[in-house]
């Protein structure tokens, strides 16, 4: 199993960014290696992905989702991976979006890559690649803002709403998404602000804009 972390932060207001990261569908036009997404359900998606040369399809399914704080997933199948992107307010027009992801690399080139941390680099660039797309457009493509409670939140007696189980105001903390992934690092809560600034984290170098693209609606 592989862990990956990486963070950027992006010139638009937090809405604006986590607006944006709910629709899947627009993820190969700053991901890379990812051919496609089809959204096939409120909470369901299908991917096809290259990786090390091996092109896959695989569903995934979100497992928690909180508006303008976190969106995490899990893989149904293999590959297997899951996830978790929170966002934190830095200032009224700056957010961090820092994605934490575990997987398991599958065959020899998908390991030999992990080794050369290939992936690691194709994820630092694909966050890059979103702060790109996100300021050149000025504004999300479209939303999908509703609440998606986790596991560990089902039946919570907190009053910060059905089934959240955290008192209002309480911001969500980051955790592990998938209980087969345990690891837990320790980020500053999502959704709140100010934080300061991450290490190496800025405007990508050389990265030109990307050409906006109808997309459509809700869509990992």
Known sequence: ????????????????????????????????????????????????????GVRREFEAEITEQHPDERV???????????????????????????LQMDYDPEGFL?????????????????????????????????????????????????TGGPGTGYDIGEPTPPRTVNPEYPRQTPLPPPGTGPIPPAPGTGAAPGAGPVPPRDTPGPSI
Request: proline letters at 4%; zero cysteines.
């Open 1 to 52: 199993m592989s862990t990956i972390e990486q963070s950027v932060d992006v010139d638009v207001p937090i809405r604006t960014a986590y607006n944006q990261w709910t629709q899947f569908e627009s993820f190969p036009e700053f991901m890379e290696g990812v051919e496609s997404v089809t959204q096939i359900g409120d909470t369901r998606t299908d991917w096809v992905v290259e990786i090390a």
């Open 72 to 98: 995490a997933w899990r893989s149904t199948d293999t590959p297997r991976q899951a996830g978790v992107v929170t966002f934190h307010r830095i200032d009224d027009a700056t957010t961090r979006v820092t």
């Open 110 to 158: 998908e390991k030999a890559a992990d080794a050369l941390q290939l992936v690691r680099m194709r994820v630092r660039g694909d966050l890059q690649r979103f702060k790109t797309f996100i300021e050149s457009r000025g504004g999300e493509t479209g939303a999908w803002r509703d609440e998606v409670p986790g596991p560990h939140q089902q039946g919570g007696t907190g």
